[in-house]
């Protein structure tokens, strides 16, 4: 078996690993899990480190599986919270997970015939049998309290941060822990991997596996760093909010702005974790970001990378069009190829004001449509002293005082893109 434990070591997706893991992981075929909480209908990018560890291990050689916490998700995961989440109701959380599942079918074929095919579970599958009082008899009796007092996640909690711990969520370590125990008896499931916000919640489980399994009972645990941003912020949110792996939710446009315009610092460590391009590659652009930064070399290539892994290639191309619309020299007709979606992405923030259909039809004259129709310019002696100055593009063509825009001109059918100099954009909308 070739070395995953050394390939996360310098890709920096190795935060730390019970004794014995690397041993295990070199010396068989190892099947390995990780729980997804099913707090959205989505996953965003603070997922993809452990979809990607999901992928490196079946490169690997070995055998993932993907949980989807069901039944954990009706409880909510206390590690790094102050206080209580809100609890989902069944409605909720049964699209919830059927969202996530869709999501990590882009990233792993559940429907493979290798040896090592990945498999797909919910812990509510085999959660939703067990009454109160069994599980307190199987799993309860097996862990002291003592020993999940110890936990950061609870210590934490009960030091002062928030208003303490309720029961139900102070039980997540224990169903967390069975959810190990029934995949090492039902899938001979040997590791659970995590942020290393779960170490604890993991060792739960670890725990679990040798005081049911048996005397010979084994289980390992391995887990990744928390990614932050160089200012030390939290990774994964823009100034709108999540990026979202659907595109629905996070334009393919949006979620390559995102990778482009990470800082050097943030592209050197994020190009390792984020791709899945070799050392010797990795390094040689390194090196020719370092000899010239301006081109931003590093952050294309991994904008690239990532947005195929999660997109495709031909989401990829439609984002570097869009990309180029706006910073380079693009022409009507390539304005003309953006969905209506895309082109307010691109042009996020850029003043609108509505046109009506009926005033296109026999076609305005450019004055009216820079001052009365849009208010883009205060006066119509304004429009034409741009006008002659040759600083007044249509949908970035350049136009004179004699343009009439008529319902040809429109992008989608629906908008007009106006622009004065090189910076300063409007849209009409038609209505």
């Given at each position: 078996?070739?070395?995953?434990?050394?390939?996360?070591?310098?890709?920096?997706?190795?935060?730390?690993?019970?004794?014995?893991?690397?041993?295990?992981?070199?010396?068989?075929?190892?099947?390995?899990?990780?729980?997804?909480?099913?707090?959205?209908?989505?996953?965003?990018?603070?997922?993809?480190?452990?979809?990607?560890?999901?992928?490196?291990?079946?490169?690997?050689?070995?055998?993932?599986?993907?949980?989807?916490?069901?039944?954990?998700?009706?409880?909510?995961?206390?590690?790094?919270?102050?206080?209580?989440?809100?609890?989902?109701?069944?409605?909720?959380?049964?699209?919830?997970?059927?969202?996530?599942?869709?999501?990590?079918?882009?990233?792993?074929?559940?429907?493979?015939?290798?040896?090592?095919?990945?498999?797909?579970?919910?812990?509510?599958?085999?959660?939703?049998?067990?009454?109160?009082?069994?599980?307190?008899?199987?799993?309860?009796?097996?862990?002291?309290?003592?020993?999940?007092?110890?936990?950061?996640?609870?210590?934490?909690?009960?030091?002062?941060?928030?208003?303490?711990?309720?029961?139900?969520?102070?039980?997540?370590?224990?169903?967390?822990?069975?959810?190990?125990?029934?995949?090492?008896?039902?899938?001979?499931?040997?590791?659970?991997?995590?942020?290393?916000?779960?170490?604890?919640?993991?060792?739960?489980?670890?725990?679990?596996?040798?005081?049911?399994?048996?005397?010979?009972?084994?289980?390992?645990?391995?887990?990744?760093?928390?990614?932050?941003?160089?200012?030390?912020?939290?990774?994964?949110?823009?100034?709108?909010?999540?990026?979202?792996?659907?595109?629905?939710?996070?334009?393919?446009?949006?979620?390559?702005?995102?990778?482009?315009?990470?800082?050097?610092?943030?592209?050197?460590k994020y190009i390792k974790i984020f791709t899945f391009l070799d050392k010797e590659t990795i390094e040689v652009l390194i090196e020719e970001h370092k000899t010239a930064p301006h081109l931003r070399v590093l952050q294309r290539k991994l904008a690239e990378e990532i947005t195929t892994f999660v997109h495709s290639k031909e989401e990829l191309e439609k984002a570097i069009q869009a990309s180029n619309i706006l910073f380079g020299n693009a022409t009507a007709d390539d304005l003309k190829q953006l969905d209506g979606a895309t082109f307010l992405e691109v042009f996020d923030g850029v003043p609108q004001a509505e046109i009506s259909r009926e005033d296109?039809?026999?076609?305005?004259?450019?004055?009216?449509?820079?001052?009365?129709?849009?208010?883009?310019?205060?006066?119509?002696?304004?429009?034409?002293?741009?006008?002659?100055?040759?600083?007044?593009?249509?949908?970035?063509?350049?136009?004179?005082?004699?343009?009439?825009?008529?319902?040809?001109?429109?992008?989608?059918?629906?908008?007009?893109?106006?622009?004065?100099?090189?910076?300063?954009?409007?849209?009409?909308?038609?209505?």
């Open positions: 078996m070739k070395n995953l434990v050394e390939e996360l070591k310098w890709r920096g997706l190795y935060a730390d690993s019970m004794p014995g893991t690397e041993e295990q992981l070199l010396k068989e075929v190892t099947t390995a899990y990780i729980g997804f909480d099913p707090t959205a209908d989505s996953l965003h990018i603070g997922s993809m480190v452990q979809i990607i560890l999901l992928v490196h291990l079946k490169n690997f050689g070995h055998q993932p599986i993907a949980l989807v916490g069901g039944a954990t998700g009706m409880i909510g995961d206390p590690s790094g919270k102050s206080e209580d989440r809100n609890l989902l109701n069944e409605e909720t959380l049964a699209k919830n997970v059927a969202g996530i599942k869709s999501v990590l079918s882009r990233f792993l074929d559940f429907n493979s015939t290798d040896k090592n095919a990945p498999v797909m579970v919910n812990n509510y599958d085999w959660m939703k049998e067990f009454s109160f009082i069994d599980f307190a008899r199987e799993v309860g009796k097996r862990i002291t309290v003592n020993y999940m007092m110890a936990k950061d996640s609870v210590k934490k909690r009960f030091s002062g941060e928030g208003d303490g711990m309720s029961f139900t969520e102070f039980t997540y370590q224990l169903i967390q822990g069975y959810d190990f125990y029934h995949l090492y008896k039902n899938h001979n499931c040997l590791l659970q991997m995590g942020g290393s916000d779960q170490w604890g919640n993991i060792t739960t489980g670890t725990e679990l596996v040798r005081r049911m399994g048996g005397e010979n009972s084994k289980a390992f645990a391995l887990t990744t760093p928390l990614i932050t941003k160089a200012d030390g912020s939290k990774f994964g949110k823009s100034e709108g909010g999540n990026i979202w792996l659907d595109a629905d939710k996070t334009s393919v446009y949006k979620f390559y702005q995102f990778w482009v315009n990470t800082t050097d610092v943030d592209a050197e296109l039809e026999n076609g305005i004259d450019i004055v009216s449509v820079l001052n009365e129709k849009s208010g883009f310019f205060k006066s119509n002696g304004e429009a034409r002293r741009a006008l002659t100055a040759n600083s007044i593009s249509v949908n970035r063509e350049k136009i004179k005082e004699d343009f009439m825009l008529a319902a040809n001109d429109l992008i989608n059918n629906e908008f007009v893109l106006l622009q004065s100099g090189k910076k300063n954009y409007f849209i009409l909308r038609v209505v």
